[in-house]
């Protein structure tokens, strides 16, 4: 594996792989790597000739009082696992290789960045989408692979890649999670032992209403509040939001929209709902999420 800190570095060598008609799929991280991110190279390497992957704790997407300053690093050991998994290229800049003074520039995604996680983290959208627009500038991956645990962040870059015409693919790949039902997330390490059982109150949110939807359950209303009763029910966790929302534009769905026929709503039917939630578990702020599917 060849590690480049520099852009022209790594972008001088995805060169070179590309001149020789290799697929690049990329896997951008933000390290403390876990089996959810290993579950993303592997992908890259099933449907790729080259694989790189970045490892860059981006400043933009945190907010002055997140944590950006504490957040898990453990260069050596991610090293050691993507060798292990076989990947080509690793990009590790500084953030003064990434972010030159004087760096004016931002990518916006207008009317999805204040979504969900964008509504209650101002300006973190932004910031993954200026980091990740940077990535493909200088990658210039064929592939590039993100988890579904962001599920906001999948939206939004793929609207992101649609507008400006980027030449990459955007591969989701299924949540991982631990044998209890957590979602993987680098900030699971946080958690104390009491406030690793509470936050299982999440996915117990999203399986009761997984459960009610395959039961029949169509009222959007009743589905939403039957996971914040699941949620309420641990006094360990405080919800930020449970919504149900369109995948793409992430937009609450009215429910006359809800798998409704054409001719009964003047909006095309909706017949897939994004479930999704994030609570703080003391002060660790955790996302999850699933897909309910009419069809």
């Known amino acids: 594996m060849k590690i480049f800190k520099s852009v022209e570095q790594m972008r001088s060598a995805c060169h070179t792989a590309k001149r020789t008609d290799r697929r690049v799929g990329l896997v951008p991280t933000m390290g403390a790597l876990h089996e959810g991110h290993l579950s993303l190279v592997r992908a890259a390497r099933a449907q790729s000739d080259v694989v790189a992957v970045s490892i860059f704790v981006n400043p933009t997407q945190f907010g002055p009082n997140e944590d950006f300053s504490k957040y898990p690093r453990s260069f050596e050991r991610d090293?050691?696992?993507?060798?292990?998994?076989?990947?080509?290229?690793?990009?590790?800049?500084?953030?003064?290789?990434?972010?030159?003074q004087g760096t004016m520039t931002c990518v916006t995604v207008e009317g999805l960045s204040d979504k969900l996680c964008g509504r209650s983290r101002p300006g973190h959208f932004r910031g993954v989408t200026t980091v990740v627009a940077k990535l493909f500038n200088i990658v210039g991956p064929d592939l590039v692979f993100f988890g579904q645990k962001d599920a906001a962040q999948l939206a939004i870059i793929r609207r992101m890649v649609r507008d400006l015409d980027f030449l990459v693919q955007i591969v989701g790949c299924p949540i991982v999670r631990e044998p209890d039902g957590l979602a993987l997330s680098s900030r699971n390490g946080y958690l104390d032992p009491q406030q690793r059982r509470a936050s299982l109150a999440l996915h117990r949110a999203l399986l009761e209403i997984q459960t009610m939807f395959v039961r029949g359950e169509r009222n959007l209303e009743r589905l939403i509040e039957a996971g914040k009763r699941m949620i309420s029910e641990e006094p360990g966790v405080r919800l930020d939001y449970l919504e149900i929302v369109d995948p793409e534009s992430l937009e609450p769905i009215p429910q006359t929209r809800w798998g409704q026929a054409p001719q009964l709503s003047r909006a095309l039917p909706c017949r897939q709902g994004l479930v999704a939630i994030a609570a703080f578990v003391g002060n660790t702020r955790l996302i999850d999420n699933l897909v309910l599917n009419l069809a």
Do not use: I, K, N
């Not at 090293?79 to 030159?100: H, I, K, N, Q, R």
């Open 79 to 100: 090293c050691e696992l993507l060798e292990e998994e076989g990947v080509d290229l690793l990009f590790a800049p500084s953030v003064e290789e990434m972010y030159p």
